[in-house]
């Protein structure tokens, strides 16, 4: 049977299934729930090429997703627990189905959340379980979950860096017999976990914290909006990708030019990295009680460089390429899912 | 108890030598031969409206035949040495303290 491995983050959806090609989808958390004269009038301006494939009727209702629903105007974004409703994560997954596979079937849901949503679970698995119809312009199918479990996300970075592909054989075996610490920082949240050798999570130091890359960009938005006036006058909002990889490099490219921002990303950086400063002395102890830090999370993907002077540690691994950092935690959720079959207790 | 299956890859002839470039492609990736060619047999009989069942033994002999056709002994550059199960020279099997402490943080899932 088919399993989907889902990461609903705040602000990128991801999801994987095992298969060797295109078995990897990653999007904007962009969700609308359209009328159906809406939905009637975009169907009838979509002409001979049809809607795109971001439209779609879920269980008869019709709704948008993904980029298109960004250009939709204001939507309802949901965060933490709060998304784990059939209205709402439901969705998402049913038009992740929709877009993987090719033709109806059933199929298992090995679902991440953060590890402060660990007592919503079960809001998350029955968010998901049951029967979706999906109709597309290619035409309508019908998936059912019949199974659903879950995995924290900071686990899938750690698994994803500790296991081989195939989930049976560690990949890097020298983290196993050590104490590894792994640090998610996702878009609303900043998650910790702690791994004692031997591999074994140790829940007494997991710790979730409500500040993300995301506050990072609306006010690195703020900062250089405001020393770049004339720049940015006719911009009403910048582009995110660019804003993204301005934090990562300290300047901003657009418009043909290239703009020095590192006062702008260190402004707007500020406030995450003294909260991740704080968390790592407070309540990991600093770096001497670790052999190995573990980055995962797409937000460690653009400050990975700015962490290493407060981490301050000389076994820092990125739990996957840096441009791929976001995925790291719905690969390893494979790699889990794999071992968790091949031992049966799923 | 596991039951062992050997099998040949002749790298002379044309559609095993691809499968020897395959196999090797999948074991730098992660893959142990054993998941590859586990996975290979289950998407056999899927969408080809055969099912594989407890009935199916003769087909599943029969597929086990040709694949062990297809393999034939794995030739590097130096002549000797079938391909490593892991990633890499460090790849070692998950050991038993790991497993039973990942059995503990398991939860319950949710079947219909």
Not at chain 1, 41 to 48: K, S
């Amino acid at each position: 049977m088919s399993v989907m491995v889902l990461d609903a983050g705040n602000s990128i959806i991801k999801a994987k299934i095992a298969r060797r090609e295109q078995s990897e989808i990653a999007f904007p958390h962009a969700l609308k729930l359209l009328s159906e004269a809406e939905y009637q009038t975009i169907n009838d301006r979509a002409g001979a090429a049809g809607l795109s494939s971001d439209y779609l009727r879920i269980n008869g209702q019709p709704y948008v997703v993904r980029v298109s629903a960004e250009r939709h105007g204001v939507q309802v974004q949901r965060t933490g627990a709060a998304r784990y409703t059939r209205d709402y994560l439901g969705v998402f997954a049913a038009a992740l189905m929709a877009r993987f596979y090719d033709r109806g079937r059933d199929v298992k849901i090995f679902a991440s959340h953060p590890p402060s949503d660990m007592k919503f679970r079960d809001d998350l698995m029955k968010a998901v379980i049951g029967e979706w119809k999906v109709e597309t312009k290619e035409g309508e199918h019908t998936f059912r979950v019949t199974y659903a479990n879950t995995f924290d996300e900071p686990v899938g970075g750690l698994m994803n860096v500790l296991l081989t592909e195939d989930g049976q054989h560690y990949q890097r075996s020298e983290i196993k017999d050590g104490r590894a610490l792994v640090i998610d920082i996702g878009g609303f949240t900043t998650d910790w976990v702690a791994v004692n050798p031997g591999g074994e999570i140790d829940y007494s130091l997991v710790r979730s914290v409500p500040i993300g890359i995301q506050n990072v960009v609306v006010d690195f938005e703020e900062s250089f909006r405001a020393h770049n006036l004339q720049a940015v006058k006719n911009t009403p909002v910048l582009p995110p990708e660019r804003i993204r990889k301005a934090i990562m490099t300290g300047e901003f490219e657009g418009g043909g030019q290239k703009y020095p921002c590192e006062q702008e990303v260190k402004e707007s950086t500020n406030m995450l990295l003294n909260r991740i400063g704080d968390t790592y002395q407070r309540v990991a102890g600093g770096a001497l009680g670790w052999d190995y830090i573990i980055l995962t999370g797409g937000g460690c993907a653009l400050l990975h460089k700015r962490l290493s002077p407060i981490l301050n540690h000389q076994n820092i691994i990125l739990a996957d390429d840096v441009n791929q950092l976001h995925l790291a935690n719905v690969r390893g959720g494979l790699k889990l899912w794999r071992l968790y079959e091949a031992l049966k207790v799923v | 108890m596991s039951e062992v299956i050997s099998f040949r890859l002749d790298p002379n002839n044309a559609r095993e030598a691809q499968a020897l470039v395959l196999l090797s492609a999948w074991a730098k990736k992660g893959y142990s031969i054993r998941y590859v060619i586990t996975d290979a047999l289950i998407n056999f009989g899927e969408g080809s409206g055969v099912s594989i069942s407890t009935e199916d033994t003769e087909k599943i002999t029969s597929a086990l035949d040709k694949i062990t056709r297809l393999i034939d002994s794995i030739h590097l550059e130096n002549g000797s040495v079938p391909i490593d199960n892991t990633k890499s020279p460090e790849a070692t099997q998950i050991n038993g303290d790991f497993i039973t402490s990942l059995k503990k943080t398991v939860k319950p899932g949710l079947k219909i």
